[in-house]
């Protein structure tokens, strides 16, 4: 999986269902194993415990990724196995007033990032993970390095928060001088770039924006490191501001995500900028937010008000 630069989390992810695949089966070696207890395995997935039809289609492509080039088995049946079909559903998008009103139950740190989720339409791990050399205040715009399907990107740097955010950046650059000091002050690189550039990992620019509270020693070098804001952090802070607003509705992190595409389309922008700006590779992933507009069930007035309210 490395060799082929899978990420981290599809990595954990395909070896969690290679193993559950494995242990199904009375862990007898999947080379004996067929068609039969791939399609077994999937249905006791959908049947039994009941797992979305992503989460079937996850385990079915660890599945095939095992016989194809772990054991490099090519068998005819792995073509015509069913993927399950994934339902369709509209997101969830808060109003206008619901974003004030639960951006303005938080404060510190996790504020900030959901306000780059919401400002700016970053994933969660987008915003946990950015570096100080991807935030441009003079162009005012964000670059999101290896995002969803290790791509890069450019997005809006949201002008409110400009302040606030150089000034926690200039706190994270004495808490960095801090670690400096001390012999720490180093932070994991992307690639192999440690090798080409031995020294970046303690320079300023490859720095986390939003670095962990604690140093942990790396074990392979020895360094002593920061990782990253982990996002179950910001995911708490997200909880306790929605039920602080009173909202009914069920949002999470990335609900700031399709309210920033949902209003950006209220606002009159073209469905292709905001493609860009969410980094989605096809329009018709975009398109889903045409679906969840103001003018769209809200904006038609019901026979029943025509009747009755007249």
């Known amino acids: 999986m490395r060799l082929r630069h899978v990420s981290p989390r599809t990595e954990k992810a395909y070896l969690h269902w290679m ?12 080379r004996d194993l067929g068609a039969p207890d791939v399609t077994a395995f999937l249905s006791h997935l959908a049947t039994q415990e009941h797992v979305a039809a992503s989460t079937q289609n996850q385990a079915l492509a660890a599945i095939l990724f095992l016989y194809r080039h772990v054991l490099e088995i090519d068998l005819p049946w ?34 900030l990032i ?28 964000i670059t999101v390095r290896q995002g969803k399907g290790d ?3 450019v997005t809006v740097l949201p002008s409110v928060i400009v302040e606030d955010l150089r ?19 180093w932070v994991d690189l992307p690639s192999a770039l440690h090798r080409k550039l031995p020294t970046a990992g303690r320079e300023w620019a490859w720095q986390w ?69 969410l980094g989605h590779s096809d329009v018709s992933t975009t398109m889903i937010y045409t679906h969840v507009l103001n003018r769209g069930p809200a904006g038609v007035e019901s026979p029943a008000d025509r009747l009755f309210l007249k």
């Open 114 to 141: 959901a306000m780059l989720l919401y400002g700016a339409g970053l994933r969660l791990l987008e915003g946990c993970t950015l570096r100080v050399k991807d935030i441009d205040f003079g162009r005012r715009q």
């Open 19 to 30: 193993r559950r695949y494995w242990e199904f089966n009375d862990r007898r070696n999947p």
């Open 167 to 185: 000034e926690h950046l200039d706190r994270v650059g004495v808490q960095h001088k801090r670690d400096l000091e001390t012999g720490a002050g």
């Open 78 to 111: 792995l073509d015509g196995l069913v993927r399950a079909k994934r339902p369709q559903r509209l997101p969830v998008v808060m109003t206008p007033d619901e974003t004030q009103a639960v951006l303005g139950a938080m404060d510190g740190t996790p504020k």
């Open 151 to 153: 791509k890069d990107r």
């Open 209 to 277: 924006a939003f670095p962990a509270t604690r140093r942990y020693q790396h074990v392979e070098t020895g360094q002593l490191r920061r990782h990253h804001l982990h996002e179950t952090v910001v995911q708490g802070a997200v909880r306790r501001a929605v039920r602080s607003a009173g909202l009914s509705k069920r949002v999470t992190c990335h609900t700031f995500r399709h309210s920033f595409a949902t209003h950006l389309l209220e606002a009159g922008y073209d469905i292709r900028t905001i493609q860009e700006l």
